[in-house]
């Protein structure tokens, strides 16, 4: 299994430097291009929401750490962040039926995650929100 880390301060200009880390690591691991794309588009969403949101009322320092995981069957990667709780996996999914200036703000940066994942899990942990984004290799 190929494991590998990195952190970044919470800045949107942060976000894209991060999301070609993630490219060079999983060209590395020889993860196929298909699961790379989805694998980079579900960390930018995660990553683009925490730098948003989550730090609204938490206290600094803060950091957002990225785990990836990647070995013959899967690819795994961990959000972990300190910022404020925020469980996605509660967010109810949006409404896409109605015309788009009727809709709703918000929720398709979750919908996309779960869209580009098999599995996606959070947990509240040790005062810091863990989202770990995992994807079968078939």
Known sequence: ???????????????PPLIGWV????QEA??????TFKLMLAIEEAV????????????PPHCIHLRLDIDEDRCAAEVIDNGGPF??????PPDLTGPLEE????????????????????????????LRIETARR
């Open 23 to 26: 490219e060079e690591r999983c």
């Open 87 to 92: 469980d996605p996996s509660a967010a109810p």
């Open 48 to 59: 683009t929401n925490v730098v948003s949101y989550a730090f609204a009322e938490a206290p």
């Open 103 to 130: 809709r709703d703000p918000g929720g398709l940066g979750i919908h996309l995650i779960r869209n580009m994942a098999d599995r996606v899990e959070y947990r509240r942990e040790d005062g810091q929100n863990r």
């Open 30 to 35: 020889g993860l196929e291009a298909g699961l």
């Open 1 to 15: 299994m190929a494991s590998y880390d990195t952190s970044i301060t919470p800045d949107l200009a942060a976000v």
